[in-house]
């Protein structure tokens, strides 16, 4: 059973359209939510961490947020450089604990 | 402050051989996971070490695999006998304590 599950699993979106991509997850005693980007062939890149709900992080074009089921990585007026996998992942237990990972979303932006 | 290192990048091995790959933290990070990814999957764990001690290895296969973090050194990621379902992404993080979790490139095996 998923514990973790990104949707869609592939978004295709024109230059400066604006979307959200979905991590929900259905573990209890969630510690930490985890977004990261991924480029083929490359390592993940992390980009935020939540840990409750009502919280919000910035950087760039994107924002997260997460509320007690899921979380969204909002990207506003994406750019060509945005296309990449965007991961999420969630903590259980302690401070050091193990991160379990979703499938990953594939982001296509078109010039 | 280079990130979190990983070698080989690529590394090519015929079945029944062995394959070792490291990893180097990044500085003052005293914490390494290691996780699989395989195509079309998302990063699976395997195991969580610190120096010299194995942490939490529940997300590794019970047989011919064995990881280290020594005092000195990198960490090993030690595959023994390999087998062509063993082909995939190795990757490695790094963290100084709670929090963010840094991956290195990861290193490629192919098994032919």
């Known amino acids: 059973e998923d514990q973790v599950t990104q949707s869609p699993e592939a978004l295709r979106l024109q230059e400066g359209e604006s979307s959200s991509l979905n991590c929900s997850y259905t573990?209890?005693?969630?510690?930490?939510l985890f977004w990261y980007r991924q480029d083929p062939g490359k390592g993940p890149e992390f980009l935020f961490t939540?840990?409750?709900a009502g919280e919000e992080k910035e950087k760039e074009r994107l924002k997260a947020t997460l509320t007690k089921k899921e979380s969204f990585l909002h990207i506003t007026a994406p750019k060509p450089e945005d296309s990449a996998t965007y991961l999420c992942a969630v903590q259980q237990g302690g401070a050091n604990s193990k991160l379990t990972f979703g499938k990953g979303i594939t982001l296509s932006v078109r010039p | 402050n280079a990130g979190v290192m990983q070698n080989p990048r690529h590394l090519v091995r015929r079945r029944g051989q062995e394959a070792r790959l490291r990893c180097s933290p990044m500085?003052?990070?005293?914490?390494v996971y290691w996780y699989r990814q395989l195509p079309e999957e998302g990063l699976k764990f395997m195991v969580y070490?610190?120096?010299?001690?194995?942490?939490?290895e529940s997300g590794m296969p019970k047989e011919r695999f064995s990881a280290e973090f020594p005092k000195e050194g990198p960490s090993i990621l030690r595959i023994q006998q390999v087998v062509r379902g063993d082909s995939a992404a190795y990757f490695c993080a790094s963290s100084p304590s709670a929090g963010e979790r840094f991956f290195g490139p990861g290193t490629r095996l192919t098994v032919l």
């Open positions: 939540l840990y409750s």
């Open positions: 500085k003052g990070h005293s914490h």
């Open positions: 070490l610190q120096k010299e001690n194995i942490i939490d």
């Open positions: 573990v209890s005693g969630l510690r930490g």
